[in-house]
């Protein structure tokens, strides 16, 4: 969190992907459903604005995720539908 406010939602993307640098990855169960709160910050302000975006699990590409991961995150009318583990190409 920071500066007490978490943004859960891109507000401007109905379709499309955004870079992030992954804080956190956190289970949640609603009556049985697991779903993942994505904890991500943008690649040019690290230290900014937190997101989150919440997902099932099989909406994850790539094993491991790791605080500190590059990650990509697809939209789809304004809801995060996949989030993919970069692998750093250098």
Not at 61 to 68: D, M, R, S
Request: charged letters at 25%; a negative charge; hydrophobic letters at 40%.
């Amino acid at each position: 969190m920071v500066s007490g406010f978490i943004r859960t939602w891109d507000e401007h993307m109905l379709k499309g992907t955004r870079d992030g640098i992954l804080r956190k990855v956190q289970p949640v169960s609603i009556h049985g459903q697991v779903s993942w709160d994505v904890h991500f910050t943008d690649v040019e302000d690290p230290d900014g604005q937190i997101t989150v975006a919440r997902i099932g699990p099989e909406a994850v590409i790539g094993n491991n995720l790791e605080p500190g991961d590059r990650i990509q995150v697809e939209y789809l009318v304004g809801q995060a539908v996949r989030v993919t583990r970069l692998v750093s190409t250098t």
